[in-house]
T-cell receptor, first 111, second 114 residues
C-alpha cells in the first residue's frame, strides 16, 4: 500500500514563500501530484512530477526526490487567495493508475 | 470545455434512508472515479471505472454502496441504507486513461446523514 505524510497546517504572510512537504511510503509509483482545494470547492490539479527534480508553473513549483521518498510544493509571492488545502498524491505503479491522496495541508495566508 | 458535473449538490437524509448521486464526466474521458472526502481529510477512492468496467472497488463498502457506469459515460453512486459515518463529500472525477494524466474533479455532492 501507500502512505503519505503532510503537515496539517502551515501559516504564512502575504508576499512570502512557503514550502509544503510530503513524505511517502510506497513500493513503486509513477509520479507525485499536487492538488489545491478551497473550502467548499473541488480539488484542482497543480502539478505532476514523474521524474526527480523541480517543475515550475508560475508562482508554484514542485519537487520530487525518489531516493529520499520526498517531495514538496513551493508557493512564491503568496496571495490571500492561496489560502486553501493542498494535497499530495502518488500514482502507484501496477496498472490501475489510481492516485492515493494525503490528508492535506491547510495553508493560511495572513495579510 | 465543460467540467465534471455532479448532482445533487447537497443532500440531507436520515440514517437508514437511501441516496443516489449522479456524475457526468468530461467528454472523452474514459476513466471515472468516485472519491469520498470526510471533513479534514484527503479524498479516498471508492471506485474507479475504465469505460463501463470496474478497475478497482476494493475500498467500496459493498454491503451498502453500489455504483454503475452502464454506457461508459454517466455514473451513479448509491448508498442504501445510509449510516451517520457516511456524512461526507462525494467527489466524482474523470481523466484520460493512463498514468500521469490530470484528474478533473467535480464540485462534489455534500451528504449529511442525521
Amino acid at each position: 500500500g501507500q502512505s503519505l505524510e503532510q503537515p496539517s497546517e502551515v501559516t504564512a504572510v502575504e508576499g512570502a514563500i512557503v514550502q509544503i512537504n510530503c513524505t511517502y511510503q510506497t513500493s513503486g509509483f509513477y509520479g507525485l501530484s499536487w492538488y489545491q482545494q478551497h473550502d467548499g470547492g473541488a480539488p484542482t490539479f497543480l502539478s505532476y512530477n514523474a521524474l526527480d527534480g523541480l517543475e515550475e508553473t508560475g508562482r508554484f513549483s514542485s519537487f520530487l526526490s525518489r531516493s529520499d521518498s520526498y517531495g514538496y510544493l513551493l508557493l512564491q509571492e503568496l496571495q490571500m487567495k492561496d489560502s486553501a488545502s493542498y494535497f499530495c498524491a502518488v500514482t502507484p505503479a501496477g496498472g490501475s493508475y489510481i492516485p492515493t491522496f494525503g490528508r492535506g495541508t491547510s495553508l493560511i495566508v495572513h495579510p | 470545455e465543460a467540467g465534471v458535473a455532479q448532482s445533487p449538490r447537497y443532500k440531507i437524509i436520515e440514517k437508514r434512508q437511501s441516496v443516489a448521486f449522479w456524475c457526468n464526466p468530461i467528454s472523452g474521458h474514459a476513466t471515472l472515479y468516485w472519491y469520498q472526502q470526510i471533513l479534514g481529510q484527503g479524498p479516498k477512492l471508492l471506485i474507479q471505472f475504465q469505460n463501463n468496467g470496474v478497475v478497482d472497488d476494493s475500498q467500496l463498502p459493498k454491503d451498502r454502496f453500489s455504483a454503475e457506469r452502464l454506457k461508459g459515460v454517466d455514473s451513479t453512486l448509491k448508498i442504501q441504507p445510509a449510516k451517520l459515518e457516511d456524512s461526507a463529500v462525494y467527489l466524482c472525477a474523470s481523466s484520460l486513461a493512463g498514468a500521469g494524466n490530470t484528474i478533473y474533479f467535480g464540485e462534489g455532492s455534500w451528504l449529511t446523514v442525521v
